[in-house]
């Protein structure tokens, strides 16, 4: 049971990581493909862009709850669950 639990604790963090970035393009693409006949007549010239991803800010503890946990009689029992912290990335203007 805690073990599922974690896992997917650690699924829906990976999900909320990847879209909590943020992503700004810094530099347009160029793609110039050179002109070939017999000989070559241009030089080819390639610029990828360029991306700033900025990671957000993850947090991940446990806190104590009060849960009841059904056993041959009914008791309430304090464990410890996860607890996630999502900061987002800063605006960068």
């Known amino acids: 049971m ?3 639990t974690l896992a997917i604790a650690v699924v829906s963090l990976g999900a909320i990581g990847l ?3 943020d992503v700004k393009k810094t530099q347009e693409g160029n793609v110039t493909v050179p002109q ?3 000989t070559k007549t241009k030089e080819g010239d390639v ?3 360029k991306y700033d991803v900025t990671p957000p800010d ?3 503890g446990t806190t104590d709850k009060t849960v009841t946990v059904p056993t041959v009689k009914t008791e309430e029992k304090t464990i410890s669950v996860p607890t996630v912290t999502v900061t987002p990335a800063p605006d960068k203007k």
């Open 2 to 4: 805690l073990k599922t």
């Open 19 to 21: 879209t909590a970035c």
């Open 36 to 38: 070939v006949e017999v």
């Open 47 to 49: 610029t990828l862009p």
């Open 58 to 60: 993850v947090k991940v």
